[in-house]
């Protein structure tokens, strides 16, 4: 498989910490960090393993509903199809995302999703309230949410031109994340991403 070649050096890098996870010392003392320039982790790394891939990626067991699968194939598709829901609703790279999900495959799709965008995304556990929230939206600049029906109704009171997706419920002004799975699978991006690009803007 032909991958970028600061690709190449990720996996290298991920390859030798496999190799020697059993041998601290020679992990500890030869593991360099690769000096990487443009590297996007779900576009150079993850895609190019996952597409024709019906291996288990994800498996999500909760104590009130069946264990769900998804292989790599799967979460690669249907992060494109969030990816291009999220650059329709306006998210552009350098934006920033608040998700507040509890452990399902929505969260996971997203977070692709963020990544193969360029989008910041910003994780927040759904304990947060209203005050949490408004906290971050101040010092976050955030443009787009993702959330669940339990969640939609602690931004009530805070105002702005943010997208609002939900996921799993129907609520007032706020669009249903599903949506994105009938939207095009075909995913281009705008540009590279630099390997000094944010990520996550983490709340602590």
């Known amino acids: 498989m032909d991958r970028p070649a ?4 990720f996996i290298a890098a991920r390859d030798f910490l496999l190799a020697h996870r059993a041998d601290r010392d020679a992990a500890y003392h030869a593991f360099r960090w690769p000096a990487l320039e443009r590297f996007n982790w779900a576009l150079d790394y993850f895609d190019p393993m996952a597409r024709g891939n019906d291996r288990v990626a994800l498996r999500i067991i909760r104590d009130d509903g069946p264990e769900q699968r998804y ?3 799967e979460l690669a ?3 494109d199809r969030v990816a291009n829901a999220l650059r329709a609703h306006g998210a552009r790279r350098g934006d920033r995302l608040l ?3 509890p452990n399902v495959v929505q969260t996971w799709e ?3 999703a963020c990544m ?17 929230l408004a906290d971050r939206f101040a010092r976050g600049g955030m443009r787009h949410v993702v959330v669940d029906g339990d969640g939609a109704p602690k931004f009530a009171g805070l105002s702005g031109d943010y997208t609002r997706l939900v996921v799993g419920a129907a609520r007032d ?7 994105a799975y009938d939207v095009d699978a075909a995913f281009v991006p705008d540009g590279e991403t630099r390997a000094s690009d ?5 709340f602590t």
């Open 198 to 202: 944010p990520l996550l803007l983490y």
């Open 77 to 79: 598709t249907r992060s």
């Open 116 to 132: 193969k965008l360029g989008v910041v995304v910003v994780p927040a556990t759904p304990q947060l309230t209203p005050t949490d």
């Open 173 to 179: 002004g706020w669009t249903p994340f599903e949506a």
């Open 99 to 101: 998700l507040m999900l």
């Open 110 to 112: 997203t977070l692709l």
């Open 71 to 73: 292989t790599f194939a």
């Open 6 to 9: 600061d690709a190449r050096a």
